[in-house]
């Protein structure tokens, strides 16, 4: 099942502009983690921010998360035609069965992006 | 540092066929897994192995996947028989941490099935 809802499911913008991605997601999670996919690639991993935490930033991104509201948002600044991509948020949430602990990671649909020239 | 290597890249059989897929991941990484991605979709996590067990693999259609770990190292997805709808991407990707920490994916193995 997909944990995280994404908002919106695709957006174009020009080049210079800054790009909000927003994610809902529905149970308590460890943290939440955003990767990019270049069209027919794998996923990267750019930023991870965890529950405790309500903002992180790293280069032109810039994370927030609001664990009373379900919810985190990814923003990028300045944004350059090479940012074209498919961005997924996924919530990382601590289970246990048979007496393992373990970490389980949850993708969202993602939202695709369009930086125009 | 090497990636995690997937193969094949691409692979096309008819419905009913069989395919398998094989996944190395990075050096000392001790957490492996496989997801699957439709077009258009999120990754769906098919299976997770810590070492050479398996933690979770509630998504995995047992009936026609099956997964191995070799030692706690390469990885094989088995699919037989093949249906229309697993026409999909297999992405593989290692973690070093078992809890949290970021993936590493591989490039994934296109699959259409016809």
Redesign the interface.
């Given at each position: 099942s997909q944990q995280g809802e994404e908002d919106p499911q695709a957006l174009s913008i020009q080049e210079g502009e800054n790009a909000t991605m927003n994610c809902s997601y529905k149970t308590s999670i460890n943290n939440l983690q955003w990767y990019r996919q270049n069209s027919g690639r794998g996923l990267v991993h750019l930023i991870l921010i965890r529950s405790n935490e309500r903002e992180k930033h790293s280069g032109r991104l810039r994370v927030t998360l609001d664990t009373s509201k379900k919810s985190s948002s990814l923003l990028i600044t300045a944004s350059r035609a090479a940012d074209t991509a498919s961005y997924f948020c996924a919530t990382d949430a601590y289970l246990s069965t048979g007496g393992t602990s373990y970490g389980k990671l949850t993708f969202g649909q993602g939202t695709i992006l369009t930086v125009h020239p | 540092e090497a990636g995690?290597a997937q193969s094949p890249r691409y692979k096309i059989i008819e419905k009913r066929q069989s395919v398998a897929f094989w996944c190395n991941p990075i050096s000392g990484h001790a957490?492996l897994?496989w997801?699957q991605q439709i077009l258009g979709?999120?990754?769906?996590?098919l299976i997770?192995f810590?070492n050479n067990?398996v933690?979770?693999d509630s998504?995995l259609p047992k009936d026609r996947f099956s997964a191995e770990r070799l030692k706690g190292v390469d990885s094989t997805l088995k699919i037989q028989p093949a249906k229309l709808e697993d026409s999909a991407v297999y992405?593989c990707?290692s973690s070093f941490?078992?809890?949290?920490?970021?993936?590493?994916?591989?490039?994934?193995s296109r699959l259409t099935v016809l």
């Open positions: - | 995690v957490t897994y997801y979709q999120g990754p769906k996590l997770q810590q067990g933690v979770d998504q992405l990707a941490a078992r809890a949290t920490g970021e993936l590493f994916f591989g490039e994934g």
